[in-house]
């Protein structure tokens, strides 16, 4: 093994416990936000005796899939931060990419619209693609977990290397 890929070891191993610590988080994060959702919404349906259009089934799905959609894009925030080293531009990004480049891009060429990460993300919700069949939720969770890889593999090769601390 070359001095390289040694001095490298102990910055990928914090990358990744980083990676897997945002990801727990968001996955609590992610189950705050669906219980607080879903009870906010049962509590105003509850009193005006509605009838609910989903059943609960499909609501602990969608539940299930804001969770795990929510631990894989913190994961993916992970390997933003280490990529970009300013918190502002990193952050800056994020929207960018997340809320102005995906809803162009998807919304120019919606073939392709359920392959970017952040529509993955809410079809695991049970949000639709907007305009293009979502993906199964599988195919949508490994999508984003392919998206979310892959910016810990480029952080990892880049700019792990080059950091001192």
């Avoid at 416990?17 to 049962?42: E, H, P, Y």
């Avoid at 695991?124 to 293009?132: I, M, R, V, W």
Wanted: aromatic letters at 6%; proline letters at 4%; glycine letters at 10%.
């Amino acid at each position: 093994m070359n001095q390289t890929c040694d001095r490298c070891g102990p910055a990928v191993r914090v990358l990744a416990a980083k990676t897997t610590a945002a990801a727990g988080v968001g996955l609590l994060f992610g189950l705050a936000a669906a219980v607080l959702a879903t009870g906010i919404t049962l509590a105003f349906v509850a009193p005006k005796v509605y009838h609910l259009a989903l059943a609960a089934a499909t609501i602990a799905r969608f539940a299930a899939g804001a969770v795990l959609g929510a631990g894989l894009l913190a994961a993916a925030g992970v390997g933003v931060g280490s990529l970009i080293r300013s918190q502002l531009a990193a952050i800056l990004t994020v929207f960018a990419l997340g809320i102005v480049a995906e809803q162009v891009v998807g919304g120019l060429f919606t073939s392709i619209k359920p392959y970017l990460p952040y529509t993955a993300a809410t079809t695991t919700a049970g949000s639709g693609a907007g305009g293009a069949s979502p993906l199964p939720f599988a195919a949508a969770a490994a999508m984003v977990a392919a998206a979310a890889a892959l910016l810990a593999a480029a952080a990892a090769r880049t700019t792990v290397r080059r950091d001192i601390t």
